[in-house]
């Protein structure tokens, strides 16, 4: 079984910057492969970016939704077992819960963004963007 943990969430201004970052505990190892999604209120949960275990020990393919493509970084420090979105130039749609999601083994172009590829979740949390 594995746990994720959010953090970082909170209220910015437009422009601004936040780190979230997810916190993995219990039977997790530099395979796994791990998301973030966001949904905000009365919207689907959409995709946002991904780090894919690609079969090698430390090589990882990365993938982002359009949307945050140039402003969003995902990273991994698999010694802390805990995976990044670093967060800039934030605009108020960015505006979600987000959620980390993890599963053991790889992504795939076709797969990493469908939530229900995902077997473990955090809670969730909030970014608000003001304007």
């Known amino acids: 079984q594995v746990q994720l943990v959010e953090s970082g969430g909170g209220l910015v201004q437009a422009g601004g910057s936040l780190r979230l970052s997810c916190a993995a505990s219990?039977?997790?190892?530099?395979?796994?492969?791990v998301g973030w999604f966001r949904q905000a209120p009365g919207k689907e949960r959409e995709f946002v970016a991904a780090?894919?275990?690609?079969?090698?020990?430390?090589?990882?393919?990365?993938y982002y939704t359009d949307s945050v493509k140039g402003r969003f970084t995902i990273s991994r420090d698999n010694a802390k077992n805990t995976v990044y979105l670093q967060m800039a130039s934030l605009k108020p749609e960015d505006t979600s819960v987000y959620y980390c999601?993890?599963?053991?083994?790889?992504?795939?172009?076709?797969?990493?963004?469908?939530?229900?590829?995902?077997?473990?979740w955090g809670q969730g949390t909030q970014v608000t963007v003001s304007s």
């Open positions: 780090t894919s275990w690609n079969g090698y020990s430390t090589y990882y393919s990365t």
């Open positions: 999601a993890a599963l053991q083994g790889t992504l795939y172009s076709s797969s990493y963004h469908s939530a229900s590829n995902y077997r473990y």
């Open positions: 219990g039977r997790t190892d530099s395979s796994y492969s």
